[in-house]
C-alpha cells in the first residue's frame, strides 16, 4: 500500500499562476542492506551472510563493468547504464571531453519492477 499526501505546487512554468494540488507519495519506511540480504536468505539456502556478500560482490562488479562504459543488463531487476550531459560546441573540431558537465548512472527497471507500478493500491493521508 502506497500511502498519499496532497501537497500544492507551484507551475514553474507559471510562477504566478494558481498553486494546485498534486500527489505525493510517502515512504513508510526504509529497506537497508542488511534487510534485503536476510528476506534473500530467508527464500533460499544461503545465509544472512552469503546474501549480504553476493549482494556486495554484485554491486563491485557493477561499478567495474559502469566504469569501463558498459551497460549493465540485470534481467528482471532492469538496465544500468552512464549518461552524461555536455556543453554544446557549434563544430565537430571544437569538442573535447572538457565540454562534460555531468555523468549520471541512468536505470531503466526490469518488467518485474514496471509491473508492480500497475498493481500498486493507494491510501490517502491528511
Not at 44 to 56: M, P, Q, T
Request: hydrophobic share 40%; charged share 25%; proline share 3%.
Amino acid at each position: 500500500m502506497v500511502t498519499i499526501k496532497r501537497v500544492q505546487k507551484v507551475n514553474p512554468q507559471e510562477p504566478d499562476g494558481p498553486r494546485k494540488f498534486h500527489a505525493r507519495a510517502l515512504q513508510s519506511g526504509v529497506a537497508n542492506l542488511d534487510e534485503l540480504a536476510l528476506l534473500s536468505a530467508k527464500q533460499s539456502s544461503l545465509s544472512k551472510a552469503d546474501c549480504y556478500g553476493v549482494i556486495i560482490a554484485l554491486l563491485d562488479a557493477i561499478v567495474y563493468r559502469l566504469n569501463e562504459g558498459d551497460k549493465i543488463e540485470l534481467g528482471h531487476l532492469g538496465d544500468f547504464r552512464i549518461s552524461v550531459s555536455s556543453d554544446g560546441v557549434a563544430t565537430e573540431e571544437e569538442f573535447s571531453v572538457a565540454q562534460i558537465k555531468k555523468a549520471r548512472i541512468l536505470f531503466t527497471p526490469g518488467d518485474d519492477l514496471k509491473g508492480l507500478l500497475n498493481n500498486l493500491k493507494y491510501e490517502q493521508v491528511s
